[in-house]
């Protein structure tokens, strides 16, 4: 996967980590991001799409928007061996790769949570389709909204959630699909902390 796309001329190699080469891609396509286009050099949201084991910063990069596709390892960190040494996948070519490999190249619907959008399907949309050269890896992409608590988004991780069980505790099955239905867009369900919340 990796040498394709370096192949392809979408990606290089710096001090064993693969990136794809965002200049390169935007000289020959045009855009960077096809679902969220205002946020194309939001740093924040790219650190946070690379997380803790990338510096979006890093001198190895060509352009600091560069995005791993194969990440060295530090010491004590897993790795894989690979034709640049020890290291792992990056976050947003496992989920292409994986798809890819069982859609044969093209996906009709993508789905995932709107927090997904930048820098997440957009930089998955970039490898696949530079791995393939093609104009659209998919057709159609859903996002689904979060259900709030406090004010954050209701998450396992953060473990401010409320289980479907402990909600049918104090509404029917009935309201909650009312309620679900109801409300639309972004913050819009935040008011599900109301009618959910475990006391």
Known sequence: TFRQIIDNGYAYSSNGSVYFDTAAWRKERGYLAKLKPESVGDL????????????ISSQEKKNQVDFALWKASKPGEPFWESPWGQGRPGWHIECSAMADSICDGKLDIHSGGEDLLFPHHDNEILQAEGY???????????????LSIEGCKMSKSLKNFITIKDALKKNTGRQLRIHFLSTRGVGASTTARVRCQKQ
């Open 44 to 55: 924040d949201a790219l650190a946070e799409g690379e997380g803790k084991f990338t510096d």
């Open 132 to 146: 393939s050269n093609s104009k659209q890896w998919v057709n159609y992409f859903i996002h689904a909204g979060h």
